[in-house]
């Protein structure tokens, strides 16, 4: 690998990171409330709690996935 590939890798990652940073941004602003859904765990016993977001990890595996395949698209045109 060259440098040049490296650093459009690198650009691509930066990019993506700080899109997915301003979409959790914006779905807390909406009100989308990930962690908080229907089909979200959480136990609490006394002062232990366990969060599991079942429902939240699906929906944002589904939302990088598609996310991802149209980078991959874009960038081998």
């Known amino acids: ?3 040049q590939q490296i650093a459009k890798f690198v650009m691509v990652l930066g990019v993506s990171v700080f899109v997915l940073g ?7 602003r909406v009100g989308l ?4 859904l229907p089909g979200d765990f ?3 016993l006394g ?3 366990c969060v599991f977001p079942l429902a939240s990890s699906i929906i944002l595996s589904i939302l990088l996935t598609i996310a ?3 980078l991959a698209r874009w960038l081998n045109k």
């Open 22 to 28: 301003g979409a959790l941004w914006l779905f807390g």
């Open 68 to 70: 991802l395949n149209l």
């Open 33 to 36: 409330p990930l962690g908080r």
């Open 42 to 44: 959480r136990i609490q």
């Open 1 to 3: 690998m060259d440098t």
């Open 47 to 49: 002062s232990f709690t």
